[in-house]
């Protein structure tokens, strides 16, 4: 099935103007922001809320610093209709990164990353009241430190679908996504991450003509996605891995 989508993916790329993100859902319509996000480019004006945020050769390099007691956040001042973003990230030892998606007092959406898992979903839009995040998908993958990955998110009328390394597609529908958006964010929980290449494009209001066929396909990948093992069992693993005898070594 990731075959499929990758397949998807190379269709796609030959009907876009070369410098829009490939897409299932959404037709490109213009470019809003294009920030390579390194050192030597002309800097999009990014809002710092927290963390460590420097512009490198390679990417802007993130970290939570510790007495924030908040992961790093950096977020547009940009309000969004129907919108593709696209980036590229690498992990460097952080626990997390996400791009988020706010109205313009809520969280809306996100993809977030871990080193062993991805998840896109819907955000819980009230804290602490009776509205709860609605998980479209949480797949096991591993993301090794030191390795660039390709993001791209989309959102036309009330359905997201996000897409990483052209290969695993998740998507859903809310009637919170028809509202407006706006403040697309990056968070990075620990040390460190880098990103580069954001790249942030209004699209038209109707579906891609494919879109019907491609969530199909998508939708039963999904279905077949491997689900991260829970946490006390990823603990115990651990544990048991790091308290294993070395190969040649008689155990305890």
Do not use: Y
């Not at 213009?30 to 050769?57: F, H, Q, Y």
């Not at 390099?61 to 690498?90: C, M, W, Y």
């Not at 871990?114 to 602490?128: L, N, W």
């Amino acid at each position: 099935m990731r075959h499929t989508l990758s397949l998807l993916f190379l269709g796609a790329c030959s009907v876009l103007a070369a410098d829009a993100p490939t897409t299932l859902l959404a037709e490109p319509d213009k470019e809003v922001l294009n920030d390579s996000l390194t050192l030597a480019a002309k800097p999009a004006e990014w809002k710092i809320a927290k963390g460590k945020w420097e512009r490198t050769a390679e990417g802007i390099k993130v970290e939570e610093l510790p007495a924030d007691n908040h992961g790093a956040a950096g977020r547009l001042s940009q309000k969004l209709g129907d919108f593709i973003i696209a980036f590229d990230f690498r992990l460097d030892g952080a626990k997390s990164i996400s791009l988020s998606i706010n109205d313009a007092k809520e969280h809306v959406a996100r993809v977030m990353i871990t080193p062993t898992a991805c998840r896109i979903q819907r955000d819980d839009h009230d804290h602490d009241g009776p509205d709860k995040a609605v998980v479209f998908l949480n797949q096991a993958e591993k993301f090794a430190p030191g390795t660039w990955h390709h993001v791209v998110l989309e959102m036309v009328g009330d359905t997201m679908v996000a897409t990483l390394d052209g290969k695993i597609s998740g998507f859903g529908s809310d009637a919170l996504f028809k509202s407006e958006k706006a403040n697309p964010g990056l968070t990075c929980a620990g040390q460190t991450a880098t990103f580069r290449n954001f790249q942030l494009w209004s699209a038209k209001p109707e579906p891609k003509a494919t879109w019907k066929e491609a969530s199909g396909k998508i939708a039963e990948a999904m279905k077949a996605a491997p689900t991260p093992a829970p946490a006390a069992k990823a603990k115990a693993a651990a544990k048991a891995k790091a308290a294993a005898p070395a190969p040649g070594e008689a155990a305890k």
